[in-house]
Nanobody
Framework: QVQLVESGGGLVQAGGSLRLSCAAS????????MGWFRQAPGKEREFVAR????????RYGDSVKGRFTISRDNAKNTVYLQMNSLELEDTAVYYC?????????????????WGQGTQVTVSS
């Protein structure tokens, strides 16, 4: 049974930082690209970042470029999202997802497995 479990969310002031983690089990982690998506209240889920199997290729959504960094540790079956310079608009539930395509995608439909999400709230 595949499980993706996010952690690290919480309440942070604008301008602060958080690091999200997503621990994977039940799959060959190094054979999956990983992505982070988020969904704010009343909005559609949107792409945040993705990383290829080996970690050599990354892509970011326009709204987080230069502030967020995705990384992975295949030895620990974990993907991370370092979020700096957080803004009020970053408030959302953050989800990690696994995609068997080698480089991943910005499209939700290509992701096979999803976590339950972790809440990130940015306050002023």
């Amino acid at each position: 049974q595949v499980q993706l479990v996010e952690s690290g969310g919480g309440l942070v002031q604008a301008g602060g930082s958080l690091r999200l983690s997503c621990a994977a089990s039940g799959l060959t982690f190094s054979s999956y690209a990983m992505g982070w998506f988020r969904q704010a209240p009343g909005k559609e889920r949107e792409f945040v970042a993705r990383i290829s199997w080996g970690g050599g290729r990354t892509r970011y959504g326009d709204s987080v470029k230069g502030r967020f960094t995705i990384s992975r540790d295949n030895a620990k079956n974990t993907v991370y999202l370092q979020m700096n310079s957080l803004e009020l608009e970053d408030t959302a539930v953050y989800y990690c997802a696994a995609d068997q395509n080698p480089f991943g995608s910005s499209q939700q439909l290509t992701y096979e497995y999803w976590g339950q999400g972790t809440q990130v709230t940015v306050s002023s």
